[in-house]
């Protein structure tokens, strides 16, 4: 009897845990990050996102700004689409941006804001924001040394992903673990 | 059934009392608080002086101007004129309003708009109220309110160190 | 309590407790607005903003004072009359269809009548322009789309003004031109 007693509040202990996440597995991380090409869209849980193209360049893509002395701009082309059911900001925040850049846009660092601007491709217009189920193309301007990169260098853009998680109790989501999905490798092309 | 509310007939009436009686005094912390929280206007005349948040104000010049003659058709052109005497400064900015309860029944507000018109402020006058520094200033302040609407408007100083309390003058 | 009743009752009541956060009305709920319903061509007041929208309607391309607007997807183009209520209010536009929410379009500058500041008695019209799936008109809730005005950022708990609008019953231009904001009604 007292077994009987002992396994049923175990069990009724193991079923509560259900809806509180006790039973959520983790999920072991290979340790080779696949690899896409430039072009292909990668389906994350906030974003679906395709590079499109990388290049350097002294002509920022609004028409006027100069890069400062000893700097130049780096331009990300991707071709993005909001999968939630809220208005995104493209390139997301320090904890979980869209991707990941190294020497230059790495999860968990944040970017200082006067050091990189986003524009909608299709008008120039500033600061674009994603509409759900809206895609565009965007261009993001980052500001980085001349000698950082080179004409013909390799770079291994990083598309992150992350576990969208929503609040019970209050309205709000959780990105869980970000982290690198997949890797585009592309060519830097030098349009000095 | 009966003997039932019978037998308890002075336990439910305690009830009917203390039910409400305790929403009451659970809502007095809250209410009186709330009260007091609320602008408190006080009233001055013109060429009257009051101090508020540190400073002496008199209201000297209060003309409505029609809108036609300064480029903004739709509009009159309400032009506040104050004495500002600040006695002991504080790092705050006060911020000038016209209110009127002409035109909708209710006191509507009207901001600032210092741009909005063909009304140039002379230069011998200041166009921010600041209360930063000891010492006295002419301000004047042009403000748009509807056309034909407010011909009665009262200037209302706040500070916002110095709220509930704000003035107005009129 | 009788024995037979008692477990029954007991399992009941845990079974119950452990629903609860089934039952607890979600944020969304407790903190939504409180809208007041307009019609289109009516002219309707909120804690914050008078409003009339003339018109309302569906187009590919839009011009803009020299802008011009594409998109991926379709452009909501809505025509409106705004003024603040009682004091001066910012302007902020959303819609909702099946609980997506989509924003106004910040691609027009200050060229729209949203994003600005209104006030009481000195009503400003212009448009209003947001960007749309091209497959909105194929969701369920495109027949009920809400178009939710209140002030800019945050509305929750706060007055707004809503209109519903039936997104398969508005006329789809190819281009459409638009004025830029001006002063007094239409």
Known sequence: MPVLVAGGVLALGGVVAIPLGGWDTVQLQSAVIPEQPIGQPYVGARLSTAIDDIYLTDEHPDGFSDPDPGETWLVVVATMENLLDEPEIPLGNRSFWAFTIPGVLELGVSLDSGSYSTLLQRDGSYGPRLQPGVPDTVEFVFAVSDRLFSEGDEVRIGLTDAEKQDADIYDGIRWWRPHVAVEVPVVIRDER | ???????????????????????????????????????????????????????????????????????????????????????????????????????????????????????????????????????????????LVPADEVTEPVVQVTAWGSLPRVLRLH | ????????????????????????????????????????????????????????????????????????????????TLAGY??????????????VRFESTPRADSDTVDGRVVDPGLPVTGAILLELPRDILDRPGATSAVLRLGAAGDTRLDSVIEWRIDLTALEHHAEVELDRVRKGAP
């Open chain 2, 1 to 143: 059934m009966s003997a039932w509310w019978r037998a308890n007939r002075w336990y439910l009436l305690a009830l009917l009392v203390l039910l409400p009686a305790s929403v009451v005094v659970a809502m007095i912390p809250r209410w009186f608080p709330y009260l007091e929280r609320q602008p408190a206007a006080e009233s001055v005349e013109r060429g009257d002086t009051a101090r508020y948040s540190g400073a002496d104000f008199t209201l000297t010049g209060l003309e409505v101007l029609d809108g036609d003659d300064w480029g903004v058709p739709e509009a009159d052109v309400v032009v506040a004129t104050l004495v500002v005497d600040v006695v002991e400064p504080v790092e705050t900015v006060c911020e000038l309003q016209v209110v009127s309860a002409e035109g909708a029944g209710f006191e509507r507000f009207w901001d600032e708009a210092p741009y909005s018109s063909d009304y140039d402020v002379p230069d011998e006058y200041e166009t921010r109220c600041s209360l930063a520094e000891a010492g006295s200033f002419d301000v004047r302040i042009p403000f």
């Open chain 3, 1 to 80: 309590m009788r024995a037979r009743v008692a477990v029954p009752a007991g399992v009941g009541l845990v079974l119950l407790a452990f629903g609860a956060t089934l039952f607890t009305p979600t944020d969304e709920v407790r903190m939504a607005p409180f809208p007041v319903a307009a019609g289109i061509g009516e002219e309707v007041a909120s804690q914050h903003h008078v409003a009339t929208i003339h018109e309302v309607a569906l187009a590919d391309v839009v011009e803009l004072d020299g802008w011009r607007g594409t998109t991926s997807g379709v452009w909501l183009v809505a025509e409106a």
């Open chain 3, 86 to 99: 009682v004091e001066r209010t910012t302007v902020g536009v959303d819609l909702f269809v099946d609980g």
